[in-house]
C-alpha cells in the first residue's frame, strides 16, 4: 500500500501543462510574430511607392557609374574607407502634394476614436507600437490610394459626377479605337461600363468593421479551421483585366474564432480593389492576423490572369499559385504541411 492518504488526489498521467495552459519549457513566439506581420506589412506599402527605373545602358547611368568608379579610386589612393553610393534606382520616389492633408493620416472610423485601442488580455502576446496602432485599420482602409477616402465619404451627388466623368472617359477610348459610341450597340455602354468598374473596385467603400460585424467568439479550439476554394475576382492593376481563381484560408484559434462567413468576406473585400495577386494574398492573410490574433494563418491562392491569357505570352492554361504563413504556419514546418496536405484533399 502507497503512503497516500485515501483523501489524497489521484495522480494525473496527463502532463500538468496541457491542463493548466502552456509549457514553462516553450518559449514565447509574440516578438516573433510581431516582427513577423510588420515586415508584411512593410512588404505591402513598398508595393505602393513609385519608382522611376533606370536605364543602365543610358549616358546618365553611364556617368553615373564613372562618377563613383573615379570617387572609390580617389578614397582607396587616399586610404579612406569606402563608403556604398546609392543611386537614384535604389530611392524610391514619394509622392509630394497629397490630394488633402488628411489622406496621409492612418484613417480611423469616428467610433474609434472615443478611446485608444488596448490589446485584449487574453492575448499572450506583449504590447508593442505595433499591436498599439496596428497597420490594418478597423475602417478597412488599410494601405489606401489618395482619393479612396473621398469615395467612401462621397454624396449620392459626387458619386453620379463620379459616374459621368467615366463615362465620358470610356467614350473617349471607343473613339480612340475606331468605334463610334453613337451607335445602338454603343450608346449606353460608356455609363454601363462605368457602373461596372464602380462595381469591380467596391472593396474601396467597404471596412472592416462593418464586415467582421462583431461575429468573433470566444471558443475552445486549437486546431486547424480552413474554407477551401472560396471563389475569387478581382482586378489586375497592371493591366486593369480580370483575373480569377479560388482562395484557400486556414488558421490555427487562440481561444478566438470568426464566423466562418467572413473569411470568405474578408476576401472579397480585398480581391475587389485593383490589385496583384501576390499582395492580395498578404492583406487577407494580415487581416485575419490582426482580427482575430491566431496562432497561426495561412492564405493559399490559386488564379488564372487574363493580362497572360489574351495578351502577351497568351498561354491559356497558366495558373499562379500564392501563399502567406504567420505564425506557427510559417515557424512550424509540420504545421504547415498538415495545413497543406488537407488543402489537397477532395
Same mark, same amino acid.
Given at each position: 500500500?502507497?503512503?497516500?492518504?485515501?483523501?489524497?488526489?489521484?495522480?494525473?498521467?496527463?502532463? %500538468?501543462?496541457?491542463?493548466?495552459? !502552456?509549457?514553462?519549457?516553450?518559449?514565447?513566439?509574440?516578438?516573433?510574430?510581431?516582427?513577423?506581420?510588420? *515586415?508584411?506589412?512593410?512588404?505591402?506599402?513598398?508595393?505602393?511607392?513609385?519608382?522611376?527605373?533606370?536605364?543602365?545602358? !543610358?549616358?546618365?547611368?553611364? %556617368?553615373?557609374?564613372? +562618377?563613383?568608379?573615379?570617387?572609390?579610386?580617389?578614397?582607396?589612393?587616399?586610404?579612406?574607407?569606402?563608403?556604398?553610393?546609392?543611386?537614384?534606382?535604389?530611392?524610391?520616389?514619394?509622392?509630394?502634394?497629397?490630394?488633402?492633408?488628411?489622406?496621409?493620416?492612418?484613417? =480611423?472610423?469616428?467610433?474609434?476614436?472615443?478611446?485608444?485601442?488596448?490589446?485584449?488580455?487574453?492575448?499572450?502576446?506583449?504590447?508593442?507600437?505595433?499591436?498599439?496602432?496596428?497597420?490594418?485599420?478597423?475602417? $478597412?482602409?488599410?494601405?489606401?490610394?489618395?482619393?479612396?477616402?473621398? =469615395?467612401?465619404? *462621397?454624396?449620392?451627388?459626387?458619386?453620379?459626377?463620379?459616374? #459621368?466623368?467615366?463615362?465620358?472617359?470610356?467614350?473617349?477610348?471607343?473613339?480612340?479605337? $475606331?468605334?463610334?459610341?453613337?451607335?445602338?450597340?454603343?450608346?449606353?455602354?460608356?455609363?454601363?461600363?462605368?457602373?461596372?468598374?464602380?462595381?469591380?473596385?467596391?472593396?474601396?467603400?467597404?471596412?472592416?468593421?462593418?464586415?467582421?460585424?462583431?461575429? &468573433?467568439?470566444?471558443?475552445?479550439?486549437?486546431?486547424?479551421?480552413? &474554407?477551401?476554394?472560396?471563389?475569387?475576382? *478581382?482586378?489586375? #492593376?497592371?493591366?486593369?483585366?480580370?483575373?480569377?481563381?479560388?482562395?484557400?484560408?486556414?488558421?490555427?484559434?487562440?481561444?478566438? &474564432?470568426?464566423?466562418? %462567413?467572413?473569411?470568405?468576406?474578408?476576401?472579397?473585400?480585398?480581391?475587389?480593389?485593383?490589385?496583384?495577386?501576390?499582395?492580395?494574398?498578404?492583406?487577407?492573410?494580415?487581416?485575419?492576423?490582426?482580427?482575430?490574433?491566431? =496562432?497561426? &494563418?495561412?492564405?493559399?491562392?490559386? +488564379?488564372?490572369?487574363?493580362?497572360?491569357?489574351?495578351? $502577351?505570352?497568351?498561354?491559356?492554361?497558366?495558373?499562379?499559385?500564392?501563399?502567406?504563413?504567420?505564425?506557427?504556419? =510559417? !515557424? %512550424?514546418?509540420?504545421?504547415? #504541411?498538415?495545413?497543406?496536405?488537407?488543402?489537397?484533399?477532395?
Amino acid at each position: 500500500m502507497g503512503s497516500d492518504s485515501p483523501t489524497s488526489p489521484k495522480p494525473s498521467a496527463i502532463p %500538468s501543462h496541457m491542463l493548466n495552459g !502552456s509549457s514553462p519549457l516553450q518559449r514565447s513566439t509574440g516578438s516573433r510574430d510581431s516582427r513577423e506581420r510588420e *515586415s508584411l506589412n512593410t512588404s505591402i506599402r513598398s508595393s505602393f511607392e513609385p519608382r522611376i527605373p533606370l536605364e543602365f545602358e !543610358s549616358p546618365e547611368a553611364k %556617368s553615373e557609374t564613372k +562618377s563613383d568608379k573615379t570617387e572609390t579610386e580617389a578614397e582607396t589612393e587616399t586610404g579612406a574607407a569606402p563608403t556604398h553610393a546609392v543611386s537614384s534606382a535604389e530611392v524610391p520616389i514619394r509622392s509630394v502634394a497629397p490630394v488633402r492633408p488628411t489622406l496621409n493620416d492612418p484613417p =480611423r472610423d469616428p467610433r474609434d476614436a472615443a478611446a485608444p485601442f488596448t490589446p485584449s488580455t487574453s492575448v499572450s502576446r506583449p504590447a508593442s507600437p505595433y499591436t498599439l496602432n496596428p497597420p490594418i485599420d478597423f475602417d $478597412g482602409l488599410s494601405w489606401p490610394c489618395p482619393g479612396t477616402r473621398q =469615395r467612401k465619404e *462621397s454624396t449620392p451627388e459626387e458619386t453620379e459626377q463620379r459616374l #459621368e466623368k467615366m463615362s465620358g472617359a470610356i467614350r473617349t477610348i471607343l473613339e480612340c479605337i $475606331g468605334e463610334d459610341p453613337e451607335r445602338e450597340g454603343l450608346l449606353e455602354t460608356p455609363m454601363r461600363y462605368a457602373k461596372a468598374m464602380l462595381y469591380f473596385t467596391k472593396g474601396y467603400e467597404e471596412n472592416v468593421r462593418d464586415l467582421v460585424n462583431n461575429a &468573433v467568439f470566444h471558443e475552445d479550439h486549437d486546431e486547424l479551421v480552413i &474554407v477551401k476554394d472560396i471563389d475569387v475576382f *478581382s482586378m489586375c #492593376e497592371h493591366h486593369m483585366v480580370p483575373f480569377t481563381g479560388k482562395m484557400h484560408i486556414g488558421y490555427i484559434p487562440d481561444r478566438r &474564432v470568426l464566423g466562418l %462567413s467572413k473569411l470568405a468576406r474578408l476576401a472579397e473585400m480585398f480581391s475587389r480593389r485593383l490589385q496583384v495577386q501576390e499582395r492580395l494574398t498578404k492583406q487577407v492573410a494580415l487581416a485575419i492576423s490582426e482580427v482575430l490574433q491566431p =496562432r497561426g &494563418v495561412g492564405v493559399v491562392m490559386e +488564379s488564372s490572369h487574363l493580362c497572360m491569357v489574351m495578351r $502577351g505570352v497568351q498561354k491559356v492554361s497558366s495558373t499562379t499559385t500564392t501563399s502567406c504563413m504567420l505564425g506557427c504556419m =510559417r !515557424s %512550424s514546418a509540420k504545421t504547415r #504541411e498538415e495545413f497543406l496536405t488537407l488543402l489537397n484533399r477532395r
